[in-house]
């Protein structure tokens, strides 16, 4: 049981390039997740899945898009890489609606140039 | 619209003390709280969480929460702290019927042999 599991661990960008960032948990949970996690900040909501086949917007959906692929797995995609998205990014899933506790992944650490 | 403040940055104590990581929040309804805990270069772990009921929750490696609503206040409490307990804390938030949390910006506990 590898819990929730994110690639790459880390991921240097220049600006206007895209890329995607793959989470996959393999605990049947329903909900998952994409937060961002900068100093002082906290963590902030990016999209959410609460469900195989939706996505719903967060806190601050602007520059990503999501794709619940499966009930496994929840991309994350960069279309156009800015500066300001230079962040960790963590994944996490959660069996049922939300009174359990969220599982996170080990996150990924990006960086735009 | 729910949020949470935590109303210190840093907090050090000396081990063997006790120690206090103060939080405070706002939403609609009843709330359901969660303390997370992140060290270096990991994501977050759960800790603890209030849903109903008892309003001293007790959780992982020693650590309690209480419950106040009408302070709208959830502390985290341990009542002897280890160097092992330096990390980042984080506060979170959710409504009745909400998928979504809402954290902290978090709190840096750094405990000196």
């Known amino acids: 049981n590898a819990g929730v599991t994110q690639t790459p661990k880390f991921q240097v960008l220049k600006t206007g390039q895209s890329m995607t960032l793959q989470c996959a948990q393999d605990?049947?949970?329903?909900?998952m997740y994409w937060y961002r996690q900068d100093p002082g900040m906290g963590l902030r909501l990016i999209y959410y899945?609460?469900?195989?086949?939706?996505?719903d917007k967060g806190e601050v959906p602007n520059g990503y898009n999501v794709s619940r692929l499966n009930k496994r797995e929840f991309s994350l995609r960069l279309e156009s890489a800015a500066p300001s998205q230079t962040s960790v990014y963590f994944c996490?899933?959660?069996?049922?609606?939300?009174?359990?506790?969220?599982?996170f992944g080990p996150g990924t650490r990006l960086t735009v140039t | 619209a729910q949020s949470v403040a935590q109303p210190e940055d840093q907090v050090n104590v000396a081990e063997g003390n006790p120690l206090t990581v103060k939080c405070t929040y706002s939403?609609?309804?009843?709330?359901?709280l969660f303390w997370y805990v992140q060290y270096p270069n990991r994501g977050l772990q759960f800790l603890l969480k209030?849903?109903?009921?008892?309003?001293l929750v007790k959780g992982s490696y020693g650590f309690e929460a209480e419950f106040n609503k009408s302070q709208t206040s959830f502390h985290l409490k341990k009542p002897s702290a280890l160097v092992s307990d330096s990390a980042l804390y984080f506060c979170?938030?959710?409504?009745?019927?909400?998928?979504?949390?809402?954290f902290g910006a978090g709190t840096t506990v750094t405990v000196r042999a």
């Open positions: 996490a899933s959660i069996y049922g609606q939300g009174l359990n506790e969220q599982y």
């Open positions: 605990m049947n949970h329903n909900s």
């Open positions: 899945s609460a469900s195989e086949g939706t996505t």
């Open positions: 939403v609609s309804g009843n709330p359901y």
């Open positions: 209030y849903i109903t009921g008892d309003n």
């Open positions: 979170a938030v959710r409504g009745h019927n909400d998928y979504k949390l809402s």
